[in-house]
């Protein structure tokens, strides 16, 4: 399965809503993760099971997910938002995870 | 709270082998299953494996199915992700990461930079 992530840099100004997508190749579950990295960082868990926020995550962020197609929007654009998404993939048999190649967010 | 700590910054020649740790700590290590992550420079994410702190199981992404070996140490709550066959392409942050129920990794290290140059 190939995760494709577009676009791969969006250019948003602050205040704004950012939309992010990831599509699957395939007929996939809603195992779908979303990841924040900032540079020098670990990325840092934001979505998981397609729409559910992890902890302490703002409310800005959400995800959803229409047949093989998700989506990330953060509806509002704060200057700590600006950073590289990926989605993630899991499936279950065999276990495997993939990465999409990232969305830069950037001013 | 639950945490991930690498070991530090390695380089090696081509050839070589290196081992990173990833000690955990906040939980029961034998509730853990810890994968590995890498990230080769202004690069994305690579998943190379998986191993469960509980029984040992482990599942390799086939690019790396012959050069990595996933182990742990329950008396130190440590994962160790050892890679062979080191090339110059091999040169990456290399992340772990606990996997959580849905697949998803809640916590990762903070990431371990291996140099590979002659």
């Known amino acids: 399965i190939v995760m494709t992530q577009s676009p791969a840099t969006l250019s948003v100004s602050p205040g704004e809503r950012a939309t992010l997508s990831c599509g699957a190749s395939?007929?996939?579950?809603?195992?779908l993760a979303w990841y924040q990295q900032k540079p020098g960082q670990a990325p840092r868990l934001l979505i998981y099971?397609?729409?559910t926020r992890a902890t302490d995550v703002p409310a800005r962020f959400s995800g959803s997910v229409s047949g093989t197609e998700f989506t990330l929007s953060i509806s509002s654009l704060q200057s700590e938002d600006f950073a590289v998404y990926y989605c993630?993939?899991?499936?279950?048999?065999?276990?495997?995870?993939?990465f999409g190649q990232g969305t830069k967010v950037e001013i | 709270q639950v945490q991930l700590v690498q070991s530090g910054a390695e380089v090696k020649k081509p050839g070589a082998s290196v081992k990173v740790s990833c000690q955990i700590s906040?939980?029961?290590?034998?509730?853990?299953?810890i994968s590995w992550v890498r990230q080769a420079p202004r690069q994305g994410l690579e998943w190379m494996g998986c191993?469960?702190?509980?029984?040992?199981?482990?599942n390799h992404a086939r690019n790396f199915q012959d050069r990595v070996t996933l182990t742990t140490d329950t008396s130190t709550s440590t994962a160790y992700m050892e890679l062979r066959s080191l090339r110059s392409d091999d040169t990456a942050v290399y992340f772990c990461?606990?996997?959580?129920?849905?697949?998803?990794?809640?916590?990762w290290g903070q990431g371990t930079l291996v140099t590979v140059s002659s």
């Open positions: 990461a606990s996997l959580s129920g849905g697949g998803e990794f809640d916590y």
């Open positions: 906040g939980f029961p290590f034998i509730n853990f299953h």
């Open positions: 191993i469960s702190a509980y029984n040992g199981y482990t």
């Open positions: 395939q007929s996939v579950s809603t195992n």
């Open positions: 099971g397609a729409s």
């Open positions: 993630q993939l899991y499936n279950s048999w065999p276990p495997t995870w993939t």
